[in-house]
């Protein structure tokens, strides 16, 4: 099926509503599936799981400690991860933050889909902030690392997790059907995307605009007759 | 410039009218400036005016085409409202021109409007209803061998009426970013009044046609005063009023372009002969304009009766030497109705084209907002105490004050208003009330302990303030982009909103039907296609329709 990028960043925005997320935070995950389109990874999908454990309960906004130079943010009691639906943009703009502190250290544990955090990383902080993203083999754990340094988004390995200032801590490694390995790479954003649209699976698009179906109100005879403020026919 | 607390309040919004640098007066004068050509490129429609057109137009960079869609509709089915699946013609604006597959392809979907999936080929979904007052009476006429009386073609202004047109990526049609890239679509809504431009073409052309058809070599062709009378029709709801809200730099930047040449106007020194002359004859014929202007609606029509006395007045006042304009416009301030006021605004900028015109360009806007985490609680409040002192001085404790709430129903996603105390589903309210959430972040700054904490860590700890806390702080430079006024309050009347915004789009005669719906006619007084590119093809404002009768006729 064949989608207009408003319609993918409109459709996740308010099927974020739909579950619950707060209208802000809504408005950053519209600009992160914005970005996974743009760079070719799997939007759709990534919110639609994200908020699939939104609404299970799985995922949450959960906990966080902040000191001068941490941050620590763990999904806290009753719920098996870290939303990265719920939370994306609020930690990057802690992240933002810990920037210019060399010394500083932030952790998310457990984020429910990282590549998900990845983006609300990507759209939602400055454009001179950078990550550096290392991504491990399975069972293990994926390194965000910021950096006010150098432009791009780069893959990077061992070392760089060691140093890293910042570093999260996930509980699964996949995205929706895509599974990530060792030779993830971030491609550039695709500047023609917006000529042409998305293309996306059908079934996981409806399952989405259900979640976005849940802030609409049903109709009533009342509301049918004198919400909209007109008549019902207009026979001029 | 008028200060934002003059300008963003509901009631002046509600008296706005067209102006030079209204988004259809720029596009027919690109038209002109740039000699498009729109020529009819097929025209497969039966006897009785079902079938299918197009209409395609040259611009120095590329082409674009309307494929319109003819089809017949029981009036049982003809409602202007989102709720209707049934129209009596449907149109998409394509990039280039349409081959027979696409054609095809475009008969599938789109007369099913929102229930077909449109391409990234496709600029704009549109449809209309046939005036039934006029459609017929006219075709009737010209199959008879006589032209429509003038007095009714000119009580209704038009014989289709949109009932929406969609673009910026909706149903799958092309995104915005896409249509940008073409510099002749850059403008807002260039677009789709492109379409409802060329929607006027064919629908001339359809009475025609069917005219033809019906009354053999009998008929006659609807005559080019006449064509130019009849406009396009739209009927808008609510679905105007949240998209204000939700697009504050866009309602900042129309603003500040058009305070921006009320202020140039106003700072002339001293006004030559020929620009009190223009002035003046362009003042005559609001006036008729203004006569010409039938509602049912009570309250408008009260308006257009006070309107029409303050022009008087206008006309009566001397010009004065020094600073004419700003004299004009300053005494007018103190002395006439609001809906007078801006009249006159909009009547200032039209002699004066070299100082206004430039603006048309400055409409867009980027939308990209973000939150700046870094600034300190103290300065949120300080910015909120600065920017939304209006929004703190509401009693929100005063019966009515959160009178309504704004939803999207599940009928065909119809933006509407509910009673809080009274409807369902208050729960799934839009954001709409600013003044409220400026409140009660406010009450949040206040009673956090540190001063000096940041905004992200603020944020962090209270979520539910995110999205009303990147508004405030994208609002500072963006002085307009604010309705100052509570948009839940009982007495708040949607129309204001509808009507400022349509008034940007260059939509005149506006007719509400209630409170929060409202006609217009769009385009009437427009130069037709074959006129396009005479010189005198700006001069369309505030058209008067010789021979009708200048009737007190609305039912005050």
Not at chain 2, 397 to 402: D, I, L
Not at chain 2, 446 to 466: I, S
Not at chain 2, 532 to 545: G, T
């Given at each position: ?236 | ?185 850059c403008s807002p809504y260039r677009a789709e009044l492109l379409s409802v431009y060329l929607i006027r073409c064919f629908t001339h052309d359809l009475v025609d ?348």
């Amino acid at each position: 099926m064949h989608i207009s990028l408003n319609e993918l960043m409109l459709t996740c925005q308010k099927a974020a509503r739909g579950t619950g997320i707060a209208e802000g935070a809504a408005e950053d995950l519209r600009k992160a599936a914005l970005w996974l389109a743009l760079h070719g990874f799997p939007a759709v999908d990534s919110v639609y799981d994200a908020l699939v454990a939104v609404e299970s309960g799985v995922s949450a906004y959960g906990e966080f400690t902040l000191s001068d130079d941490a941050i620590d943010w763990h999904p806290g009691c009753g719920a098996e991860g870290l939303s990265a639906a719920s939370i994306g943009g609020a930690a990057a703009d802690l992240f933002t933050l810990f920037l210019p502190n060399e010394d500083g250290a932030a952790c998310l544990r457990s984020v429910d889909v990282p590549l998900l955090q990845l983006a609300q990383f990507a759209a939602n902080m400055p454009a001179t902030a950078r990550i550096l993203i290392r991504w491990f083999d399975q069972n293990s754990r994926i390194d965000f690392r910021l950096t006010a340094g150098e432009l791009g988004l780069i893959a990077c390995k061992g070392a760089a997790y060691a140093s890293g200032r910042f570093q999260f801590e996930v509980s699964q490694h996949t995205c929706g059907n895509v599974t990530v390995d060792d030779n993830f790479t971030v491609v550039a954003e695709d500047e023609n995307m917006s000529l042409r649209g998305l293309d996306v699976d059908e079934v996981i698009w409806e399952k989405l605009k259900a979640f976005a179906d849940l802030t609409l109100v049903e109709p009533t005879a009342r509301s049918r007759a004198l919400g909209a403020g007109a008549g019902l026919d207009d026979n001029d | 410039m008028r200060p934002p607390h003059v300008v963003m309040r509901l009631e002046r919004m509600g008296s706005l009218h067209q102006t030079r640098i209204s988004f259809m007066r720029s596009l027919v004068r690109r038209m002109n400036r740039e000699k498009w050509t729109i020529e009819r490129t097929q025209w497969d429609v039966n006897e009785l005016g079902y079938g299918v057109a197009v209409y395609t137009v040259g611009t120095p960079e590329r082409s674009y085409s309307l494929v319109a869609f003819s089809n017949e509709l029981d009036d049982a089915d003809r409602t202007d409202r989102v709720i209707a699946e049934k129209w009596d013609a449907t149109f998409a604006l394509v990039d280039g021109i349409p081959d027979d597959a696409d054609i095809e392809r475009l008969g599938r979907c789109i007369p099913l409007q929102e229930a077909g999936r449109c391409s990234s080929s496709e600029l704009v979904l549109s449809r209309a209803n046939k005036s039934v007052r006029l459609f017929d009476y006219v075709v009737e006429c010209l199959a008879d061998g006589r032209q429509p009386e003038i007095q009714r073609l000119a009580e209704v202004g038009y014989l289709m009426r949109t009932t929406a047109v969609y673009g910026n990526g909706k149903f799958g049609l092309s995104d915005r970013e896409k249509v940008m890239r073409e510099e002749v679509m850059c403008s807002p809504y260039r677009a789709e009044l492109l379409s409802v431009y060329l929607i006027r073409c064919f629908t001339h052309d359809l009475v025609d046609h069917v005219a033809s058809m019906r009354g053999g070599g009998r008929s006659v062709k609807l005559d080019k005063q006449r064509k130019t009378i009849l406009g396009i029709g739209n009927a808008t709801g609510l679905g105007m009023a949240p998209y204000l809200h939700k697009h504050p730099a866009l309602l900042n930047n129309w603003i500040v372009a058009r305070e921006t040449a009320l202020g140039r106007v106003r700072a002339v020194p001293s006004a030559t002969p020929e620009k009190v002359e223009r002035f003046r004859m362009l003042l005559e014929r609001a006036a008729e304009h203004v006569h010409q202007w039938r509602t049912d609606d009570a309250l408008q029509c009260v308006r257009i009766e006070q309107l029409s006395k303050d022009l008087e007045h206008i006309r009566n006042r001397p010009i004065d030497e020094h600073y004419p304009w700003h004299e004009l416009m300053q005494w007018a301030e103190t002395s006439l109705s609001m809906e007078a006021q801006e009249m006159l605004a909009s009547l200032l900028m039209e002699p004066y084209p070299e100082l206004v015109d430039e603006l048309e360009c400055t409409m867009g806007a980027d939308e990209s907002v973000s939150i700046h985490p870094d600034a300190t609680v103290r300065e949120l409040l300080d910015t909120i105490e600065q920017s939304y002192e209006w929004a703190l001085q509401i009693d929100f404790e005063q019966a009515g004050a959160s009178h309504w709430f704004w939803y999207v129903s599940k009928e065909k996603l119809e933006p509407r208003i509910g009673v809080r105390d009274d409807d369902t589903g208050a729960d799934k309210e839009m954001p709409l009330g600013v003044a409220v959430q400026a409140q009660r972040v406010y009450a949040d700054l206040k009673a956090t302990r540190n001063p000096h904490q940041t905004v992200a860590v603020f944020l962090a700890l209270h979520p539910q303030h995110r999205h009303i806390v990147r508004r405030i702080q994208n609002m500072v430079c963006r002085p307009y982009g604010e309705i100052q006024d509570n948009l839940l309050d009982e007495h708040m009347r949607p129309i204001d909103m509808l009507r400022g915004k349509l008034s940007f789009f260059g939509a005149t005669k506006f007719d509400p039907k209630s409170d929060r719906w409202t006609r217009i006619t769009m385009y009437q007084g427009a130069p037709l296609p074959e006129e396009l590119h005479a010189d005198d093809a700006d001069d369309w404002c505030f058209p008067v329709i010789e021979g009708m009768e200048s009737a007190a006729s609305n039912p005050v």
